[in-house]
């Protein structure tokens, strides 16, 4: 690890120097990619100066700890050795906490898909109340939401509904909800006060650039129809709900929520795209974890991974067992204990693969 921390030391100074050169100054692609560079070894930096400065002054206290002419400087030497040692060790344990690679992925975009599963009605109505609860947390961090298509029941639920947020690391945030979430509660329509247990499946996809995947025309077909609404009603008179097909994946994605079929197309053709780039994502992480013993969630949607019980107020996250008795709370959108406690599993999981350091 520290002869990666000294070459990182050593490139960091060299940016410096380059960055105080008129030549790149006047590079406007080369000084933003040095600056970019910069930025991004800042805090290593930084937290490695400060760790030779503590390994500096453990030195310094250990040659007083050897002085025998003076009783009361090797004990106070010997209270400082064990402060700085207890320093370091938090410093060593940061640094390897930064040196674990970014992934890329977290700054981007994110398309997420709802689905009611087994529970009818009232796995529609959660998949309903799962929406708000993101959207009151997306609020929160000043994301912003669009709904690129929904399917409505009578009762205001939701069949799917898929949207964007767009923002500041959105899918570094939301990346481990993708999985089934399970609802346990009596619902509104039930007259006997039974619980019923019922189902959602919630799907993370990184929003694709066109760069990201390149989809050619001819691998698509595109039929056009006539928007519905609950109960069949006619939403328009116009063929404007949009089904894309990607023949060679089968992949279908419909989309009717604009009176535009060519808004309708372009947001479906959206949604594939970044459905396409998670299967090639997943791919590659498949590949990357075949010998990780454990991680959090595989993001197979057919994996349980949460249970909201209502009568208990109690949420429980099956995938690192952490129950938490605020689920009143977390339905306003306050997610943000639960999102840091499985943040922190992940980097512990990270850690644990970076054992080389």
Excluded at 342 to 356: M, R, S
Aim: hydrophobic residues 35%.
């Amino acid at each position: 690890m520290f002869d990666k921390l000294e070459k990182i030391a050593e490139n960091f100074e060299k940016i410096e120097t380059l960055l105080a050169d008129p030549a790149v100054i006047a590079d406007r692609n080369r000084y933003r990619e040095l600056t970019t560079e910069h930025a991004a070894l800042f805090e290593i930096k930084q937290k490695f100066d400060e760790y030779r400065e503590t390994e500096r002054q453990i030195s310094d206290c250990r040659e007083l700890m050897t002085d025998d002419s003076d009783e009361e400087m090797r004990e106070l030497a010997k209270e400082d050795l064990k402060e700085c040692e207890k320093k370091r060790e938090i410093l060593e344990a940061e640094l390897k906490k930064l040196l674990i690679p970014k992934d890329p992925l977290d700054l981007k975009n994110i398309i997420m898909e709802i689905r009611a599963g087994t529970g009818g009605d009232e796995s529609a109505l959660f998949a309903a109340d799962l929406f708000r609860m993101y959207s009151y947390y997306a609020d929160a961090r000043k994301w912003k939401i669009e709904v690129l298509s929904s399917n409505e029941n009578e009762l205001g639920g939701f069949k799917e509904i898929i949207f964007n947020i767009s923002g500041r690391e959105v899918y570094g945030d939301l990346r481990y909800e993708s999985g089934v979430h399970r609802v346990q509660r009596i619902p509104a329509t039930e007259s006997g006060g039974r619980i019923h247990t019922s189902a959602v499946t919630v799907a993370v996809l990184p929003e694709a650039e066109e760069t990201d995947i390149e989809i050619n025309e001819n691998d698509l077909k595109i039929d056009v129809y006539r928007s519905s609404g609950p109960g069949g009603q006619s939403v328009n008179t116009t063929d404007s709900a949009v089904r894309v097909t990607h023949l060679p994946t089968g992949l279908v994605v419909t989309c009717q929520d604009e009176k535009s079929q060519i808004k309708n197309r372009a947001k479906a053709i959206k949604v594939l795209r970044s459905r396409l780039y998670e299967m090639e994502e997943a791919r590659k992480a498949a590949e990357r974890a075949a010998d990780r013993k454990h991680q959090v969630g595989s993001g197979d949607r057919s994996e349980r991974i949460r249970t909201y019980n209502f009568p208990q107020n109690r949420l429980t996250d099956h995938r690192i067992n952490l129950t938490l008795y605020k689920l009143d709370q977390i339905m306003e959108g306050k997610l943000e204990e639960l999102i840091e406690a499985l943040k922190i599993n992940a980097n512990q999981d990270a850690l644990t693969d970076n054992d080389d350091f």
